[in-house]
């Protein structure tokens, strides 16, 4: 089954973005070590790290998902601006390009595309969206 659900999954996101608005899907990715898939959920902010000064700057946290998953977020604040005020224990939605790796997968992409190649990303927190 799990298979079936992999392969219909990896179908639609050839037809067209995938958007998937739960932690099942970032779970799947995970399991399955997907990259570059489209994925929008959120999550509740566990710990935020420095920002990585090193080539484009970034600002990045580690989101807790609801299945308990950590997933984190590298937001370009070269490209977009950098959510102020942010602590441990907010919610912030996103949308952005998920990539695997072993400690849950890493959002990027989470910000407009000034060349218009690659979908437009953000994050959501205290009523803002940030991209």
Known sequence: MKGLILFLSLALSLCSPAIWAN??????????????????GSGVVERILPDDNKGSRHQKFILRLDS??????????????????LKEGDTVAFYGEYEWNHQGGVMHWTHKDPRNNHEH???????????
């Open 121 to 131: 990303g953000w994050l959501k927190h205290g009523g803002k969206t940030y991209q």
């Open 68 to 85: 308990g998953q950590t997933l984190l977020v590298a937001h370009n604040i070269d490209l977009a601006p950098r959510i102020p005020y």
């Open 23 to 40: 932690d099942s899907a970032l779970q799947q990715a995970y399991d399955y070590q997907q990259s570059d898939i489209q994925l929008q």
